[in-house]
DNA sequence: ACTATTTACATTGATATCAATAGAAATTGG
DNA sequence: CCAATTTCTATTGATATCAATGTAAATAGT
């Protein structure tokens, strides 16, 4: 039989200040909420706002590509893009020239609901400008970049 | 009737580009993949790992204070205790002074489960070094501690 | 002491996330 | 052209996330 295991308290507290993955999620979970009131009254959360901008092209993208830019699973893709077919905010429809394909567009009604949310999210990211310590937002997305 | 809305591509592409909430959902989802992936051996998400490494106290800490470190909502800190106690990782108890509280411990099996995991943590945390632009983690911390 | 308020946590319902797996269509190697 | 492989997406099951709401215990005001 083995002894009782104990996790030195100090490697708990470094984990806790250095650990970037529970950094990151912190920040993402935080971040979420913020976005996400500041869109509730247009009936968006933080993921549908990027997904539904996404969708926003000259030619409708098909889903690996979109899952790829959003750094989430294609199964991830397929359920978020539910809610947002069932409302008729986004059409998946079949790539005649290859059937496997979807490709995904946003609706008037969706590109409607998007337009509303773009001053929303203009002035919600503002104000996280003056958060920032310095305010150099550019280093935190290179930096964020090179994880994602 | 309205006109059709049509939400320049410029602003789709400055949304791509600048919004910091979606670089950080991005990195978030990228980050736990990573340790999702090596953790998953002794069966426990990053998440997990994270939630059970701050139980690792002197004393068990209530659920509040939990959910505030981790920045999760409490709904969410409850839900996630749900296969940890399943499992016999963690016990939850009453709190004789304060029958509303909840006191949150790692059983022996936790401890045991959790030391196995922390030298995992470690090769994987130390492999971000070398992705960072210049291997200043810390500032990253910094820029992300002042979003949380 | 008694009532109103506050605090701490749980439940429900909806969406988000990914692993494992499966299916269908396209591509490749022979 | 045909079989094997690869590509693209969907489904299932488990966990994660939060809003809205409910419940019980503690505290405050009187």
């Known amino acids: 039989?083995?002894?009782?295991v104990e996790i030195p308290f100090s490697?708990?507290?470094l984990?806790?200040?250095?650990?970037?993955c529970l950094h990151v999620q912190r920040a993402a979970r935080a971040l979420?909420?913020?976005f996400d009131d500041a869109l509730r009254p247009v009936g968006l959360t933080n993921g549908q706002f990027s997904l539904m901008?996404?969708?926003n092209r000259p030619e409708p993208p098909p889903m690996g590509p979109v899952a790829t830019l959003l750094a989430m699973d294609q199964t991830t893709l397929t359920a978020?893009?539910?809610p947002l077919q069932r409302r008729g905010w986004v059409n998946v429809?079949?790539?005649a020239k290859d059937k496997r394909r979807r490709l995904l567009s946003l609706t008037p009604e969706g590109k409607a609901v998007l337009a509303a949310a773009v001053p929303i999210w203009e002035t919600t990211h503002a104000s996280l400008e003056e958060v920032l310590p310095d305010g150099d937002m550019g280093r935190l997305r290179r930096d964020l970049q090179a994880l994602a």
């Open 80 to 82: 978020a893009l539910k």
């Open 1 to 4: 039989m083995s002894n009782a």
């Open 15 to 20: 984990v806790r200040d250095t650990c970037l």
């Open 93 to 95: 429809t079949q790539n």
């Open 32 to 34: 979420a909420r913020l």
């Open 11 to 13: 490697t708990t507290l």
């Open 53 to 55: 901008m996404s969708l």
